[in-house]
């Protein structure tokens, strides 16, 4: 009987390949935490469909929710106090709004699409 060699296994090797066409985008999901999304098609070719697929994706993201990022909205965010459960969160912006200066009361710290700064108050 002829003795059989060990065999190892061997671990599979992951290849990726530089994608044809990509898009990104930066949104903010329904608990204003900044997502990026990628998605990537394999030829150029393919381009026409990645954004209808891109369309439909960020449709129903809207939908339940998201908010693009806007180049206004990326400026840095401070580090949230300890007591962040107390500080409201801006309805137009989706984001923690800052104390002001009077006790008790908050101001959302990001421009709107004109430039402008939020008017969002509260207290």
Known sequence: MAEQGAQTAQAPVATT???GFSMNVKMLDGS??????TFRAPKANDAET??????NVIGKLLGLG????KAAARAPQESAPAAS?????CRIHNS???ASRK?????CPRKDEDGGWCK????
């Open 17 to 19: 390949m530089e994608a």
């Open 32 to 37: 204003g935490q900044e997502v990026m999304l």
């Open 50 to 55: 990645l954004i209808q697929h891109y369309n």
């Open 66 to 69: 998201w908010q693009p990022l």
């Open 85 to 89: 459960a107390d500080v409201p969160v």
């Open 96 to 98: 923690r709004m800052k």
């Open 103 to 107: 006790a008790g009361s908050f101001y």
């Open 120 to 123: 969002e108050k509260v207290g």
